[in-house]
């Protein structure tokens, strides 16, 4: 039977997978054997003899199996399956995270990850009579982990997956609360789930307990003892199993004259000496007497986290304690004896890992297993005992322990973690996601705003590129609560969520990292598109707030980091986010003209070529077509793709400047210069597009976009539906799970069933999908948001002007009258929405590229609906 466990932590959920790399340490050194050499099921063994909080412990915190030896089992389980090329890669960097793999250059989208992650545990235990899955705290665990465990659930025969969580209505979890309702009424359904509330032990439970601790009968304990026993821990159950534990460690029970086990005759004396009002003082007292260095070794643990491994421990004792190299090896020693004293008292649990070698009684080969102290060897630090992993025993203990430090102690070795981390870094210049957590989160504890704001912008962008972009914001609030917490006077109103003392007090860097987290938090908000624009607005409206509040922001001379909040509201204004559609087109000339000039005056190419583009972008959505042609101009003799691309992406998460060749292209067609618009649709294929990040799914989208409807208007259909499938649709199937979204993603299937629909009339292809037409059909496949149509719009053609194309030539296509009629009915619906978004009526400038795309549609599904009526 394989046994495995993971504990979850707070930090996990801002980490891809971080539920399954223990698992899959575990279960990846599970090859499938022959008969003849599969070893036996240790499973009924496994927690034979133990005590009774070493069953609830008893497989420990994973992390036993060498991450080398993971990877060689992976190899071969990918060469078995036929793993497409790149999954070792992708897979052992996001499962093992300390892989060797320091770039990866195949990628695959995440749903095919998820799956292929599923088949590979389910091979890895394939030979298992079965599979014990023990999962702790899972209200922190990560939506992709989550995504994993699900497909496991419907592949996997023989499997108990017991998942432990505190009450959610009182913790935050990263699982969407409807679709886990959903999932959980499905297996309910298949009656393979239970769900147990633990509440408090009774008095009963507390006797059953210490018949375990005391390796007796129950009814052979004195009633008085378990009385005491209860009454003191409350039925609390770690609490009553510490109790009896040390009622045995100070000799303070004895077989008594009737043959039960009690208290001793002096303990009896002294009734009060066995009370503590709660767990936290009975730990004191312990902590108390242990001596100065196991003390001193806790003060790092508990900083670490609730599990580390002896490296991380020994990295940062030597940061600490400025340890020489002739020192080291004395360090080491001393460390490994405070180790086992706090395992001995039962502060810490040892796990050891396995390196693929027989059963020697220590590790089981199907379940990892906390060993004594006593079976670990002094001496030199071997790579087994660097990834020896300590994990509290309970978190009390922790809690306790941070409780008696003071904050500029506590700040100061979280410092020195996060410098022994970056050491570590440069050295390997691994990209792990759990390890930028931990380095955020030492330098958010250490005080160091700035260096923890970089560290979040970083780790945040990346997460975005996955289309994570929940993941992003998650880690944004996170370090921007760095200046959020702290609560104001009393009396005393906060400015946008801040105290006032915190915003005045703000130094040229803190302000500048503040602004940024700021503009990253709305820029990720805006992507979503289940998520309120205005919310998006209002952490760009937060960070200009601040700039203005903040004694130090006017004395900043580079002023370049602000420009990235133009951007975003640019952005936000084409969904009538920011303001009245009435005030909107005066609004948008004055902050793009503002900018403009704000960035000429400070000269970067980057953010002035940004600024023409916007401006460009602004003149073409009113109608002033050459003004937008000249601005594309001047953008032109100053952009440069291969200098200045990567640069724009950095600071406004796409290339803007590239974006607007697209616009120019328009701008051409409206004055009737089509081969000079035929011409930029050229440039942007074969000059911009190969230079693009396809990873960045809204760039490309947002680039190409234009052209695909300019060509399909000169009879191209086919140039257009093989750039859209080749640099967007495939794409984002690749990189972006099927929970993900991009702005661009509502018009992504009306185009291609557009494009495929009209290539089917003019012969080009042999068959057409029949789907199209139910899903057509039904009306809610087709509508869409009136601010996303609107924004999306802006660029060339709404998704309803699209959809509403779709509907007339479907219905040109089918001989079912009633069918006809819903296409027709559906069609009409659509084409009114769109032009309402566009022909100016709602007080917003009229949008002549999208109207004229729409107005024949229009015209033409209104002749044919009122012919079929």
């Given at each position: 039977v394989v046994i495995t466990r993971n504990i979850s932590s707070e930090g996990d959920m801002l980490i891809p997978f971080s539920l399954l790399r223990s698992i899959f340490r575990d279960v990846l050194h599970h090859r499938p054997k022959s008969e003849h050499n599969a070893p036996e099921s240790k499973g009924d063994a496994s927690s034979r003899g133990r005590d009774w909080d070493g069953i609830s412990v008893e497989s420990g915190s994973s992390y036993r199996t060498d991450c080398s030896n993971a990877l060689v089992y992976l190899k071969e389980i990918c060469e078995e399956m036929n793993a497409p090329v790149g999954f070792l890669e992708i897979v052992g960097q996001h499962l093992l995270g300390e892989s060797d793999f320091k770039e990866l250059n195949v990628e695959h989208k995440l749903d095919e990850i998820v799956s292929f992650m599923a088949d590979v545990f389910i091979k890895s235990v394939s030979t298992a009579e079965g599979v014990i899955l023990a999962l702790d705290d899972v209200q922190w665990m990560d939506s992709f982990s989550w995504e994993v465990l699900k497909c496991i659930i419907k592949r996997k025969g023989n499997l108990v997956i017991i998942c432990a969580s505190r009450p959610v209505n009182h913790h935050s979890v990263t699982i969407d609360k409807e679709r886990w309702e959903v999932v959980i009424e499905e297996l309910k359904k298949l009656a393979i789930f239970s769900e147990i509330t633990i509440g408090r032990l009774d008095a009963r439970d507390v006797r059953e307990m210490a018949s375990v601790v005391l390796s007796c009968e129950a009814c052979n304990i004195d009633h008085n003892f378990c009385d005491d026993i209860f009454t003191h821990s409350g039925g609390?159950?770690?609490?009553?199993?510490?109790?009896?534990?040390?009622?045995?460690?100070?000799?303070?029970?004895?077989?008594?004259?009737?043959?039960?086990?009690?208290?001793?005759?002096?303990?009896?004396?002294?009734?009060?000496?066995?009370?503590?009002?709660?767990?936290?003082?009975?730990?004191?007292?312990?902590?108390?007497?242990?001596?100065?260095?196991?003390?001193?070794?806790?003060?790092?643990?508990?900083?670490?986290?609730?599990?580390?491994?002896?490296?991380?421990?020994?990295?940062?004792?030597?940061?600490?304690?400025?340890?020489?190299?002739?020192?080291?090896?004395?360090?080491?020693?001393?460390?490994?004896?405070?180790?086992?004293?706090?395992?001995?008292?039962?502060?810490?649990?040892?796990?050891?890992?396995?390196?693929?070698?027989?059963?020697?009684?220590?590790?089981?080969?199907?379940?990892?297993?906390?060993?004594?102290?006593?079976?670990?060897?002094?001496?030199?630090?071997?790579?087994?005992?660097?990834?020896?992993?300590?994990?509290?025993?309970?978190?009390?203990?922790?809690?306790?322990?941070?409780?008696?430090?003071?904050?500029?102690?506590?700040?100061?070795?979280?410092?020195?973690?996060?410098?022994?981390?970056?050491?570590?870094?440069?050295?390997?210049?691994?990209?792990?996601?759990?390890?930028?957590?931990?380095?955020?989160?030492?330098?958010?504890?250490s005080a160091n705003h700035v260096r923890a704001a970089e560290v979040a912008l970083d780790v945040g962008r990346n997460f975005k590129l996955l289309g994570m972009n929940l993941h992003s914001i998650q880690i944004y609030q996170d370090a921007i609560e760095m200046w959020k917490k702290h609560d104001p006077p009393i009396g005393v109103e906060r400015i946008v969520g801040f105290s006032p003392q915190v915003i005045e007090s703000l130094n040229e860097e803190n302000l500048i990292s503040l602004v940024k987290l700021q503009t990253a938090m709305g820029q990720a908000v805006g992507s979503i598109i289940s998520r309120s624009k205005a919310e998006s607005a209002q952490a760009f409206e937060t960070a200009l707030e601040i700039l203005r509040v903040a004694p130090v922001g006017t004395k900043i001379k580079d002023r370049a980091f602000i420009f990235p909040i133009y951007s975003g509201m640019f952005f936000l204004l084409k969904y009538g986010a920011l303001c009245h559609p009435s005030e909107q087109v005066q609004i948008e000339l004055d902050l793009v003209d503002k900018f403009v000039k704000e960035t000429e005056r400070h000269g970067d190419p980057v953010h002035y070529c940004r600024a023409l583009a916007m401006q460009s972008e602004t003149f073409h959505r009113v109608g002033r077509f050459h003004d937008a042609i000249e601005c594309h101009l001047k953008l032109r003799e100053v952009y440069d793709v291969d200098e200045h691309s990567a640069q724009v992406v950095a600071s406004y998460a796409s290339d803007r400047c590239a974006q607007n060749f697209g616009c120019a292209a328009n701008c051409f067609v409206r004055l009737g210069h089509i081969d000079k618009a035929l011409n930029i649709a050229d440039y942007i294929e074969?000059?911009?597009?190969?230079?693009?990040?396809?990873?960045?799914?809204?760039?490309?989208?947002?680039?190409?976009?234009?052209?695909?409807?300019?060509?399909?208007?000169?009879?191209?259909?086919?140039?257009?539906?093989?750039?859209?499938?080749?640099?967007?649709?495939?794409?984002?199937?690749?990189?972006?799970?099927?929970?993900?979204?991009?702005?661009?993603?509502?018009?992504?299937?009306?185009?291609?069933?557009?494009?495929?629909?009209?290539?089917?009339?003019?012969?080009?292809?042999?068959?057409?999908?029949?789907?199209?037409?139910?899903?057509?059909?039904?009306?809610?496949?087709?509508?869409?948001?009136?601010?996303?149509?609107?924004?999306?719009?802006?660029?060339?053609?709404?998704?309803?002007?699209?959809?509403?194309?779709?509907?007339?030539?479907?219905?040109?296509?089918?001989?079912d009258q009633e069918k006809r009629k819903i296409l027709l009915r559906n069609g009409a619906k659509l084409a009114d929405l769109a032009i309402a978004g566009c022909d100016g009526t709602d007080g917003n400038a009229k949008n002549i590229t999208a109207y004229v795309q729409i107005k024949p549609v229009q015209d033409a599904l209104q002749g044919l609906l009122h012919d079929v009526d």
């Open positions: 609390m159950p770690y609490f009553a199993s510490e109790i009896l534990e040390n009622c045995i460690k100070n000799e303070q029970c004895q077989r008594l004259g009737d043959g039960k086990i009690g208290w001793k005759e002096e303990c009896l004396k002294n009734r009060d000496a066995l009370k503590f009002s709660n767990i936290e003082e009975m730990f004191l007292q312990r902590l108390d007497n242990l001596d100065d260095i196991t003390r001193k070794v806790l003060h790092f643990a508990v900083v670490l986290g609730m599990s580390f491994k002896f490296s991380e421990i020994l990295d940062l004792a030597l940061h600490v304690l400025s340890s020489n190299t002739e020192e080291n090896y004395i360090l080491a020693e001393t460390l490994q004896k405070a180790l086992k004293f706090a395992i001995s008292e039962r502060i810490l649990d040892e796990t050891v890992p396995d390196f693929g070698g027989p059963f020697d009684g220590h590790c089981s080969t199907f379940t990892n297993i906390v060993i004594d102290a006593s079976e670990t060897c002094d001496g030199e630090v071997t790579k087994s005992q660097r990834d020896f992993v300590y994990s509290f025993h309970h978190d009390t203990w922790r809690r306790v322990i941070l409780s008696l430090l003071l904050d500029s102690y506590l700040q100061d070795i979280h410092k020195h973690a996060a410098i022994a981390i970056e050491d570590r870094l440069s050295e390997d210049n691994t990209q792990d996601y759990g390890t930028q957590v931990k380095l955020f989160r030492h330098w958010k504890e074969h000059c911009l597009m190969p230079k693009m990040d396809l990873k960045n799914v809204h760039n490309s989208a947002v680039m190409v976009y234009p052209i695909l409807w300019i060509w399909k208007d000169q009879g191209m259909i086919e140039r257009s539906l093989r750039v859209l499938e080749k640099y967007v649709k495939e794409p984002f199937e690749k990189y972006f799970a099927k929970d993900c979204s991009t702005p661009f993603l509502p018009a992504f299937k009306p185009t291609q069933v557009l494009l495929n629909t009209i290539m089917y009339k003019k012969g080009k292809k042999t068959s057409l999908d029949e789907n199209y037409f139910d899903w057509a059909k039904d009306f809610s496949n087709l509508e869409c948001p009136m601010t996303i149509d609107i924004s999306i719009g802006n660029f060339s053609r709404s998704p309803m002007s699209i959809s509403a194309e779709i509907c007339l030539e479907l219905s040109r296509l089918t001989t």
